[in-house]
């Protein structure tokens, strides 16, 4: 992912993420970057034709950060679905308009890097043994759910934890 940007290019996906995480996807144009690049904004098109790119980038950067982090709960409790769980849930509330950037529009797959959608879906196919239909249903509601935590839909007093357990529980018997 960042690999296959320029030094400059890095440095404005970073710009832009720091100001997507501190602001909200409102909050991120071209001209705030450019602002807070301390640059005219015409100069950010030399390293990207325009604001999809970049959202494009942002959205690498969280789905190959997710996958580390599912990575990193598959190595610890193998074939574990609430440690999944637990690991997918804990990333997106420690950056909730990143995942929503990431999540609330149609998945650019075709500009993302060769493999990185498939990186973050392996940990849970395999604690799914294989079972894609299986997968998908339970990425579904772990999105559900982590979509309306973000964005406060449950009651102050709902017990999510018990509604994850419950959750995974009905759809892996």
Do not use: N
């Amino acid at each position: 992912m960042a690999e296959r940007l320029t030094p400059r290019a890095r440095e404005i996906v970073a710009a832009a993420r720091a100001l997507l995480e501190e602001s909200g996807a409102a909050a991120l144009t071209m001209r705030t970057l450019a602002d807070r690049l301390g640059i005219k904004a015409p100069s950010l098109y030399k390293h990207f034709p325009d604001k999809h790119a970049v959202e494009v980038e942002l959205t690498a950067q969280m789905l190959a950060e997710s996958a580390e982090a599912l990575e990193a709960a598959e190595a610890h409790t193998p074939g574990s679905l609430e440690t999944l769980a637990e690991a997918y849930r804990t990333y997106a509330l420690a950056h909730p308009h990143l995942y929503c950037l990431a999540t609330e529009q149609p998945l650019p797959r075709a500009e993302l890097p060769a493999g990185l959608e498939d990186r973050a879906a392996l940990p849970l196919l395999r604690a799914c043994a294989g079972d894609l239909d299986l997968a998908r249903a339970i990425w579904a509601f772990a999105h559900g759910m982590v979509i309306l935590e973000i964005h406060g839909r449950f009651p102050a007093d709902a017990d999510l934890d018990a509604a994850w357990k419950r959750g995974l529980k009905v759809l892996h018997v």
